[in-house]
């Protein structure tokens, strides 16, 4: 599992690639490019990784118990030993901010809510948090812990939801264009104000599409103006 990093000091973010891409994929896409002036200033050290989906939610030549398996082992690997690899990296003290678009974003909101005691916050862009709309019909106990819709819902262990309140980094961004889904994003945001778990959400307009220039726009707008 390779793993890039950008810049020496600032705050944490670590980019979960979208759909089957992998930890190059930001670089490609020139989203390192306009995050370059809040790297060379210290602001921000990025991080990104590979992602798994390709091995899980892509694969349609295994099960679907075989696909949640894969993706309850990538949970364990940014957490076992992405985030230690972070920390020495930069601090012990030093937050880490999850950050994805597109199914990117799911796991960026995931592994933030999951474990707030190893990751920070979440940047969640153009995202859909109901983890049933990628397992084609295949659901069970642990599909229902990896879908924030559903397990934020009840989830009733106050010691970590008092740490996830604790976040002043919980963003939620999407466009209203082609091939958006800014209802999701909007259910998402009405179960954190249930929950009494402060948050952003910016829903932008109908010209804001599905794609890498509407987020070139938003991460360094959220890096900029929230950090």
Same mark, same amino acid.
């Given at each position: 599992m390779e793993i890039v990093e950008y810049g020496h000091f600032g705050f944490a973010l670590l980019l979960l690639p979208t759909a089957?891409?992998?930890?190059?994929?930001? /670089?490609? &896409?020139?989203?390192?490019? $306009?995050? =370059?002036?809040?790297?060379d200033a210290g602001k921000v050290k990025v991080f990104s990784i590979?992602?798994?989906n390709s091995e899980s939610w892509l694969n349609n030549k295994i099960s679907g118990?075989?696909?949640?398996?894969?993706?309850?082992?990538?949970?364990?690997?940014?957490?076992?030993?992405? $985030?230690? &690899?972070?920390k020495g990296k930069t601090s012990a003290s030093t937050p880490i901010i999850t950050c994805g678009a597109s199914f990117g974003a799911l796991h960026a909101a995931n592994l933030f809510f999951k474990n707030p005691f190893a990751i920070n916050g979440c940047i969640a862009m153009s995202g859909v948090y109901n983890?049933?709309?990628y397992t084609k019909q295949y659901w069970d106990e642990d599909c229902y812990w990896n879908s924030?819709?559903?397990?934020? =819902? /009840?989830?009733?262990?106050? &010691?970590?939801?008092? =740490?996830?309140r604790e976040s002043n980094h919980i963003?939620?961004?999407?466009?209203?264009?082609?091939?958006?889904?800014?209802?999701?994003?909007?259910?998402?945001?009405?179960?954190?104000?249930?929950?009494?778990?402060?948050?952003?959400?910016?829903? @932008?307009?109908?010209?804001? =599409?599905?794609? @890498?220039?509407? @987020?070139?726009?938003?991460l360094p707008y959220v890096v900029d103006q929230k950090f």
């Open positions: 089957a891409a992998d930890f190059l994929e930001y /670089e490609r &896409f020139l989203m390192i490019d $306009v995050l =370059k002036k809040y790297i590979n992602s798994i118990r075989q696909k949640i398996h894969r993706h309850l082992q990538f949970n364990e690997y940014v957490y076992n030993e992405v $985030v230690p &690899f972070i983890l049933g709309y924030p819709l559903h397990y934020l =819902k /009840e989830w009733n262990d106050q &010691f970590v939801l008092d =740490k996830i963003h939620i961004m999407t466009g209203s264009g082609d091939y958006e889904d800014p209802d999701a994003s909007r259910h998402l945001s009405g179960l954190l104000h249930h929950r009494e778990i402060s948050h952003d959400l910016d829903i @932008w307009g109908y010209d804001i =599409k599905h794609d @890498w220039p509407t @987020w070139r726009k938003m």
